[in-house]
């Protein structure tokens, strides 16, 4: 995943004084990555990203180099589970980056769009109201219920792939599910904030990251049996 590296998986924010995350703790949780876009004329900057609920939401600032030591993610070995990505987080991008991967995910029943204020282009990979959440196990799944303690993993289909949380013909039910990361489309990624208020148009660089860390659902195939 060319240009793209973990950095540090904690962050110790009272060491970047001008990253601009208002709310968050002093220090970030497990499964922070700062990335670091090689090829571009901002050598000089780290992307932080952080991995919490919600929306990820990049955020450019200046760090010492010093800072700035290389990890490299334990990434899973045998049958992928969604577990095991959930734990990995946006780590799992750095183990598979635009490789094809399979894993089994249950895809609950829910419709609604939650208010968030992103969008941008392309709008597959930017609308909220396209993405999907998958658990490793099956649960009744209710609009605003808590997903299950084992984790889960977020994604957005391709193109001309047809699989929603609200389609009863898919939903609740098993699924063998074929994804990448670093799509193609992440090149051209562009996003729009309005948080409410004015329409703040991120960094071109900060967009593409967001991206490239997207995982891309390219085909699914139901599992009947599990």
Same mark, same amino acid.
């Given at each position: 995943?060319?240009?793209?590296?973990? *950095?540090?998986? =904690?962050? #110790?924010?009272?060491? &970047?004084?001008?990253? #601009?995350?208002?709310?968050?703790?002093?220090?970030?949780?497990? %499964? =922070?990555?700062?990335?670091?876009?090689?090829?571009?004329?901002?050598? #000089?900057?780290?992307?932080?990203?952080? *991995?919490?609920?919600?929306? $990820?939401?990049?955020?450019?600032?200046?760090?010492?180099?010093?800072?700035?030591?290389?990890?490299?993610?334990?990434?899973?070995?045998?049958?992928?589970? *969604?577990?095991?990505?959930?734990?990995?987080?946006?780590?799992?991008? &750095?183990?598979?980056?635009?490789?094809?991967?399979?894993?089994?995910?249950?895809?609950?029943?829910?419709?609604?769009?939650?208010?968030?204020?992103?969008?941008?282009?392309?709008?597959?990979?930017?609308?909220?109201?396209?993405?999907?959440?998958?658990?490793?196990?099956?649960?009744?799944?209710?609009? %605003?219920?808590?997903?299950?303690?084992?984790?889960?993993?977020?994604?957005?289909?391709?193109?001309?792939?047809?699989?929603?949380?609200? #389609?009863?013909?898919?939903?609740?039910?098993?699924?063998? *599910?074929?994804?990448?990361?670093?799509?193609?489309?992440?090149?051209?990624?562009? =996003?729009?904030?309005?948080?409410?208020?004015?329409?703040?148009?991120?960094?071109?660089?900060?967009? $593409?990251?967001?991206?490239?860390?997207?995982?891309? $659902? =390219?085909?699914?195939?139901?599992?009947?049996?599990?």
């Amino acid at each position: 995943m060319t240009g793209v590296e973990l *950095v540090r998986t =904690t962050v #110790d924010l009272e060491l &970047l004084p001008t990253l #601009d995350l208002p709310g968050l703790p002093a220090t970030m949780p497990a %499964g =922070t990555l700062l990335v670091r876009f090689d090829e571009s004329a901002r050598d #000089d900057m780290t992307l932080v990203v952080p *991995v919490l609920e919600g929306p $990820i939401m990049p955020a450019w600032t200046a760090i010492d180099p010093a800072l700035m030591v290389p990890e490299a993610p334990v990434c899973p070995v045998g049958e992928l589970t *969604v577990p095991a990505l959930y734990e990995l987080g946006q780590s799992a991008a &750095l183990c598979f980056g635009s490789l094809p991967f399979t894993f089994g995910g249950f895809l609950p029943g829910a419709c609604g769009v939650a208010d968030v204020p992103v969008s941008g282009e392309p709008d597959w990979l930017n609308d909220f109201a396209s993405g999907v959440t998958l658990y490793g196990q099956r649960v009744r799944q209710a609009l %605003g219920s808590q997903p299950p303690a084992s984790g889960w993993v977020s994604a957005r289909p391709a193109p001309g792939v047809s699989f929603a949380m609200c #389609d009863e013909a898919v939903a609740n039910q098993f699924h063998l *599910v074929t994804a990448h990361f670093d799509d193609p489309a992440s090149a051209a990624c562009r =996003t729009e904030m309005s948080g409410g208020g004015p329409v703040t148009v991120e960094e071109a660089a900060a967009s $593409i990251a967001r991206c490239r860390l997207t995982m891309v $659902i =390219t085909a699914t195939e139901p599992l009947p049996n599990r």
